[in-house]
């Protein structure tokens, strides 16, 4: 083998609508990237073979040099120790999926798995605003909500791989119904993108208020809009992102006093609002933690841009399971 060129890992982000993969080295630097859509496959064989045929030419070009060492893989509900990914409430492929196995069949490849705000987190404490962070909370507010926990610096998998699921707690009990779990109240119903939308869908409906968001029909209005709209001054589209930091400032006050973290680390699109989101999130962490806790949670923006944050996580997997692998020899 020609160890002239240094190891490379492969590092993949599903996300619900697209798939994010880039070759990555062991500085971080990610030397290639690309996507493919998810939610195109409601099964996962079909999205598998799109997947090698973009990545294998690529796999085949550093293989020859000897230095392609494995793949690494951020997805909704996986679980780290079982390679799978379970009844993923934002995508398209039902019931459990073996996708570790089936990726190291497909791509002959030694494959690891864990949850998308896990390979997040491990990006930002590697690379990103949590270098040397040992206690800290990732938040990915995309299209649904993640969350990865670090305690002492390493990940909290808990018992069968599935701790960390801070989206789907219970932050307005009885309140509104997500369009997957039908749990009632959940943070990821108001703090994510599609959150977002519905609370922009909701003011708009209760009030006869002008409003630029108006001029969308009201069943076509994204987050982005609303963002746009907000920029602009719109008083309801502030109004939205003002009461969305409300709702995730009330819930971080709560999971700060579990854990305790040095840092809150924000990451993903909903970030973009800024001060119209992060000021009320902050405002209400601190108003809801008790008096120990006061002024000792940093809030921060992930320092990595959007996509890569997931996939150089995930590549880190690679270079762990390397370590692992040189150590039982």
């Given at each position: 083998m020609n160890y002239s060129c240094p190891n490379l890992a492969i590092g993949i982000d599903i996300g619900g609508t697209?798939?994010?993969?880039?070759?990555?080295?062991?500085?971080g630097e990610i030397l290639l990237k690309g996507k493919i859509r998810t939610d195109t496959y409601t099964t996962v064989e079909p999205y598998l073979n799109e997947l090698y045929d973009k990545l294998m030419p690529i796999i085949t070009k550093y293989r020859e040099q000897g230095n392609i060492i494995g793949i690494g893989v951020g997805a909704p509900n996986a679980n780290?120790?079982?390679?799978i990914i379970e009844y993923a409430p934002n995508l398209r492929w039902e019931g459990v999926v073996p996708l570790a196995r089936l990726m190291t069949e497909k791509f002959g490849l030694p494959c690891l798995l864990?949850?998308?705000?896990?390979?997040?987190a491990l990006g930002e404490m590697t690379y990103g605003a949590a270098r040397g962070f040992k206690d800290f909370i990732m938040i990915t507010l995309g299209t649904g909500m993640g969350s990865g926990i670090v305690c002492n610096g390493q990940l909290v998998y808990g018992l069968d791989g599935y701790a960390g699921e801070l989206g789907h707690t219970i932050i307005r009990r009885g309140g509104r119904k997500h369009w997957k779990t039908d749990l009632e109240?959940?943070?990821?119903?108001?703090?994510?993108?599609?959150g977002v939308v519905l609370t922009a869908r909701e003011l708009l409906q209760q009030s006869n208020d002008e409003s630029l968001l108006r001029k969308y029909d009201l069943n076509k209005i994204n987050s982005r809009m609303v963002y746009e709209c907000a920029i602009a001054g719109d008083k309801i589209a502030q109004e939205v992102f003002r009461f969305?930091?409300?709702?995730?400032?009330?819930a971080l006050a709560n999971f700060v006093m579990v854990t305790s973290p040095e840092a809150v680390v924000l990451f993903g699109g909903v970030i973009k609002a800024?001060?119209?989101?992060?000021?009320?999130?902050?405002e209400h962490m601190e108003?809801?933690?008790?008096?120990?806790?006061?002024?000792?949670?940093?809030?921060?923006?992930?320092?990595?841009?959007?996509?890569?944050?997931?996939?150089?996580?995930?590549?880190?997997?690679v270079w762990k399971f390397q370590r692992e692998q040189r150590y039982n020899q």
């Open positions: 697209n798939s994010e993969y880039g070759i990555v080295n062991h500085r780290y120790y079982k390679g864990t949850n998308d705000a896990n390979a997040a109240g959940s943070l990821e119903s108001y703090v994510s993108a599609t969305t930091g409300q709702i995730l400032g009330e800024g001060d119209l989101f992060l000021q009320p999130a902050r108003k809801n933690v008790l008096p120990l806790y006061k002024n000792k949670v940093k809030l921060l923006y992930s320092e990595l841009n959007e996509a890569d944050a997931a996939i150089l996580g995930a590549s880190t997997l």
